[in-house]
Structures are given as C-alpha cells and as structure tokens.
C-alpha cells in the first residue's frame, strides 16, 4: 500500500516530487517518441497499462493478517522501460489520491518514486539482465514482475524509515519495523503477480508478436519461436 | 498438450495456492483484522514518531469517500477502466491476426 496523506513531513514530501518529476519529465519524452515512431504500440501501452489500473485496485490477504495490493508495474516496464511506467503510475496514484483517499497530493511524488520508478527500474535491471541469456522468456516476465511489486514496498519501507528514525537503531531499525510491515505482506501477492502476467505475456507474444519484435522486447528469433509453438 | 497449456497450469495452480495459504493462515489468526499494510504502517509511523495518530493531518486538503461503500465502488470503477482496455485490445489484436490469416 502506499503512504498515506499527511504521514511524511513536509520536506520529504518535496525531496521525494523533486526526484519524481524528473523522471516523469523523461518519461513523457519517451512515450512521444515510442508513439510517434509506431502507433501500433498504442494498443500494447493499453493492454500493460490496463494491467496497472486493475492489479493495483486489488486489495488482497496475505499471510501477515493485512492487506495489500499488487502493482502491476512489469509488464510495463519490460515493453517499454520503466520511465514509461511512470507516467501510467503517476495516472493511476493521482486518482487513487484523488478520489480514494488512497496515498495523497503531498506524497504522491514518494509514491511515485516507489511504485513507477525504483520498482519498474530493478525489475527492468533484472529483464536487461536476462534478455539475451537462455533463460526462459517467461520466467524472465515472472521474475522482473515480482521484483518490481517486491522492491516497490522495500521502497516504501525506506521512505518512511529515512522520515522516522528509530531512536535506538536510527534508520536502519525502523527499515526493518516497515520492511516487516510492507514487505513481508507482499512476498505472496509478488509471486502470484508475476505468475499472472507471465502469462498475460504469453498471450500478447500469442496475438501480436511483430510488436514486441520492433519494441525489440526479446531477441526475434525467441519470440517467433514461441508464438509459433503456442 | 503439457507444453501448450504450462503457464496457465502453472498460474491457476499459484492462485489455487495463494488461496488455500489464506483459508489456512486465516484459521489459525482468528484474531486477524486483515486491515491495510498503509493502516498498519501508519500507526507505526505514529509510534515512533511519539504522537498520536489524529495528529497526522493531510498536508494537501483531501476529499475522502464518504464511506467503504463508495470506496469499494471506486475501486471496483478504476479495475474497470482496466478491465476494458485490456479487453479491448486483446480483441483489437484477434480480429486483425483472423483477418490476415
């Protein structure tokens, strides 16, 4: 779940809209020049932003005893960056702050910077990392998801711990107080996150492989490959 | 027939088990509220920061749904939105592939 309105001081809400709009900055740069360049990539944009607004409405259980939602962040991430993200999770936190009381104006930038930076950046690290291995294409999809949703809340946990110190531990020890809030609820949800959009990928490469070949997303022989078997 | 359907097995089984997981633990915490991590995490925030939790007010003036009611219906609203794009498009997709095969 995101920080609520109201809990950082104020100077971190500004520390964390100054790092953010940047980032938003560039990714509305990119996004241009993707849809400029292929208008086809509209529909993919679509399809992994979509999975963004449903996955976060979805409070789930976890083993922990509360709730939390998953981010939907990789796929997105995978097809086109995580700047890209950004831009989708700013749209989709502002309405939660908006109309759900759901994170907040104040920290939407530490939102942002947990949800549509840092999360879709260590899962697209991961994705860059495995792209041209002869790990599996899926599993890649699988990983990158459920370490976007992971490193969101780790994210979140040190938002909060570098605003609220411990005073025995400082920073370090109120990290691991949150951690064991945000993180430890997520492991689940991160799993069967990344579990469910592997698979929404296999269907993308299913119906529309020539997208993914010219966001060269995978190496084009892999995914011919595994259209053509599917 | 393995190979073809693999992840969709693969999918319904870690949903089955995220499931049963839930029925299992939610047994044994009878006393769980499952509220939101957000809740949790701000009361801690209150906590360490030594007040109590009503002093932490919006910065920013926020509307808030009026009751869980709303809130449910604004949530199930925004999976919707996605709900139908991704729909759309998949269908967008399926036409084009049958009409160039």
């Known amino acids: 779940m995101h920080i609520m309105e109201g809990f950082l001081p104020p100077e971190w809400a500004v520390f964390w809209w100054v790092l953010a709009l940047p980032c938003l900055g560039f990714g509305i740069f990119q996004l241009r020049k993707i849809l400029a360049a292929d208008r086809e990539a ?8 979509g999975f963004i607004f449903i996955l976060s409405s979805l409070k789930l259980p976890s083993v922990t005893g509360s709730c939390s939602h998953p981010t939907g962040t990789g796929l997105s991430s995978v097809c086109f960056g995580p700047w890209v993200t950004s831009v989708i999770c700013a749209i989709v936190l502002l309405f939660q702050s908006l109309f759900l009381a759901h994170g907040g104006l104040s920290v939407l930038g530490a939102n942002i910077i947990s949800m ?3 999360g879709p950046l260590a ?10 291995t002869r790990v599996n294409m899926f599993f890649t999809v699988f990983l990158a998801c459920a370490i976007a949703d992971l490193c969101t809340y780790v994210v979140t946990s040190l938002e909060l711990a570098l605003a609220y110190p411990a005073e025995v531990g ?4 109120s990290f691991v107080l949150f951690l064991g809030i945000f993180a430890i609820t997520q492991v689940p949800l991160a799993i069967v996150e990344g579990v469910v959009l592997a698979l929404v990928f296999k269907y993308i490469v299913q119906l529309k492989p020539e997208i993914l070949v010219r966001l060269k997303v995978f190496p084009e022989a892999r995914i011919r490959a595994a259209a053509g078997d599917a | 027939m393995w190979k073809k359907y ?13 499931c049963g997981i839930f029925l299992y633990t939610s047994s044994l915490m ?6 939101g991590s957000d809740t949790l995490g701000a009361s801690r925030v209150a906590e360490l920061a030594g007040v109590s939790e009503e002093d932490f007010q919006p910065l920013v003036p926020q509307w808030e749904p009026p009751s869980a009611e709303i809130e449910s219906g604004l949530f199930a609203l925004q999976a919707a939105v996605g709900g ?4 759309w498009v998949f269908g967008y997709w399926r036409g084009q592939k049958n009409r160039s095969t």
Not at chain 1, 42 to 49: K, N
Not at chain 1, 123 to 132: P, Q
Not at chain 1, 170 to 173: H, K, M, R, T
Not at chain 2, 30 to 35: M, S
């Open chain 1, 42 to 49: 509209l529909p993919l944009l679509g399809v992994t932003g």
């Open chain 1, 116 to 118: 549509g930076v840092v």
């Open chain 1, 123 to 132: 899962g697209w690290t991961i994705y860059r990392a495995l792209r041209d």
């Open chain 1, 170 to 173: 400082g920073v370090a020890s």
């Open chain 2, 6 to 18: 693999r992840l969709e097995v693969i999918a319904v089984v870690a949903i089955l088990c995220f």
């Open chain 2, 30 to 35: 009878g006393d769980a509220e499952y509220a």
């Open chain 2, 84 to 87: 139908i794009i991704v729909g």
